[in-house]
């Protein structure tokens, strides 16, 4: 059976029907839909579990923290991480890139460099240039080269010992380029520069193992993998991870307080302060189970035959022009139509119930590597088939001269 | 749904606009000029005025960005010629949707705006 024919009825929403037609969701890398179960699972929690976590000694909270922890324990087997002090929670990628980027940031000195790269979201690059204000270090960049890939020449040449941090995207938000992860990190590691991760649009997609890809930290998003908002996780390696000092404080993320000191908590909960979005991650593990029972082989598989269906229909349209690699590439495909503002076709494929994004995609040097204020693009997850694609296809083609 | 049936996405006066905007292009004796962008899309409007002592005598736009946008700076650049400066910052979203005639959802409301915001800084 086809990947969609078996989860499409698991998710209520695409039962919805906008402007008259059925919902067709082609927006999943901005946040995918959620499936039944990851609903359920948080309405059950909240209904019969919850309390806060850690300090509460009654039967609630003993279970909420179970329950929480569990969440960790099956995120670390997801992405293959050697172990459970390694993965913190947070409230987002964005978020776990800023904690690392805060903490990473303290240790910067005059003349230091933090290596990032022409493709990367903004949440992988604001937080670095918080980093090195103010502190004497600057940021370099990787340039992109082909059809969008990056030069990875430019990374030796980019790569120095002034070099502390080296912080790229697993997969473009916006070209689908899958960058050599193992490679790159090895190639941080021998200048010795920490390698940093924005995995959001890879972990959804992807078949994951942090041993092997060897990366110093590694963020990505619940919402996007089927799971709630408002929860991410933040991979770091142990070694790493212990060496850090926490940038944020509050509750949670120590050991001891005076008034004018604290000590640390041990890992993970060191860079946890606060009351963690519980619920959330009880959702994370549905999500979890959900794709892990479909096998994240069989999810890549069918998400990249749509991606590829998808550049191939688009591109032989007149006047369409397709973004990014063309076959290796992960499940989002970007493309301009003459004549046609990218927000105008987002709005005409809406009439026709088609949701897709348009915009910069928060990848703005992104685009003026392209050469355009944004770009439209459509994103797969495991509901989507190919006759969606086709809709899509059919639908741009119909768009006519101008709107 | 062929081209031939499918109702059209904006109004006829956007629609023009769009293909055939009026009031876009450099005013090279411009003797104010703004320019921002929609964070939301990273769309970019300038908006040029020629200003003959109180008065309006001519403005133009340039800039990237989407049809509703285009057409609200294009319309915007026709309504302020001749008026005062006063007058000119006066204009609003309203005004600009009359003449378009077109309801814009909310999603959409920065797209008619931002040429107007971009004018009030060009005329402050």
């Known amino acids: ?6 989860t499409r009825r698991d998710f209520p929403i695409l039962q919805r029907i906008v402007n008259g037609r059925p919902l067709v969701y082609l927006d999943s890398a901005a946040s995918s839909q959620k499936p039944r179960t990851v609903i359920e699972a948080m309405t059950r929690y909240y209904e019969t579990s919850h309390a806060n976590v850690h300090r509460s000694i009654h039967t609630l909270g003993e279970e909420a923290t179970e329950l929480y922890e569990l969440a960790r324990d099956r995120v670390q087997r997801f992405i293959g991480a050697p172990a459970r002090e390694e993965i913190v929670f947070t409230r987002g990628t964005t978020d776990a890139l800023s904690i690392v980027a805060e903490a990473v940031g303290r240790t910067l000195k005059p003349g230091d460099e933090v290596l990032v790269t022409d493709l990367e979201h903004h949440s992988n690059l604001v937080p670095w240039q918080a980093a090195v204000r103010d502190r004497g270090a600057r940021i370099r960049s990787v340039p992109l080269t082909g059809e969008g890939v990056l030069d990875l020449a430019a990374v030796d040449r980019l790569l120095t010992e002034r070099t502390r941090v080296f912080a790229f995207a697993h997969v473009s938000n916006v070209l689908g380029t899958i960058n050599p992860v193992a490679d790159l990190a090895g190639r941080a590691r021998r200048v010795g520069a920490l ?13 994951l193992d942090m041993s092997a890809l060897g990366c110093d930290f590694y963020a990505f998003s619940a919402h996007k993998m089927l799971g709630p908002t408002g929860l991410g996780v933040l991979y770091g390696r142990r070694a790493v991870l212990e060496a850090l000092e926490p940038a944020r404080g509050g509750s949670e993320m120590i050991k001891e307080v005076w008034v004018d000191r604290a000590t640390w908590n041990d890992l993970p909960w060191r860079f946890e302060p606060g009351t963690p979005p519980i619920a959330e991650a009880v959702g994370l593990t549905a999500a979890i189970e959900y794709l892990e029972k479909l096998g994240m082989d069989r999810v890549r598989e069918h998400e990249q035959a749509l991606a590829i269906q998808t550049v191939e229909l688009l591109a032989a349209i007149p006047g369409v022009h397709v973004y990014g690699p063309r076959r290796e590439r992960a499940a989002v495909v970007s493309f301009a139509v003459d004549g046609w503002h990218p927000h105008d076709v987002a709005a005409a494929l809406d009439v026709e119930a088609i949701a897709v994004r348009a915009g910069h995609h928060c990848a703005q040097p992104l685009m003026r590597w392209c050469g355009v204020v944004g770009t439209t693009r459509a994103s797969f997850s495991v509901y989507n088939s ?13 768009l006519g001269a101008a709107p | 749904m062929s081209s031939a049936t499918r109702p059209a996405l ?24 703004a320019e921002d962008v929609n964070p939301l899309c990273g769309d970019r409007v300038r908006m040029q005025v020629r200003l003959d002592g109180d008065r309006v005598a001519a403005a133009r736009f340039a800039g990237d960005s989407c049809a509703i946008c285009t057409a609200s700076a294009d319309v915007l650049a026709e309504l302020v010629e001749g008026r005062s400066r006063a007058d000119a910052t006066r204009l609003g979203a309203t005004d600009v949707l009359g003449v378009l005639q077109a309801d814009v959802r909310p999603t959409r409301m920065r797209c008619v705006t931002l040429p107007i915001s971009v004018l009030g800084r060009a005329l402050a």
């Open chain 2, 10 to 33: 904006y109004s006829e006066a956007i629609r023009d606009r769009w293909r055939r905007p009026r009031y876009r292009g450099e005013l090279p004796d411009a003797t104010a000029t």
């Open chain 1, 195 to 207: 390698s940093v991760v924005d995995g959001a649009q890879a972990v959804p997609h992807l078949s």
């Open chain 1, 1 to 6: 059976m086809r990947l969609d024919e078996q």
């Open chain 1, 386 to 398: 190919s006759e969606e694609v086709a809709l899509l296809a059919h639908a741009v083609a119909a």
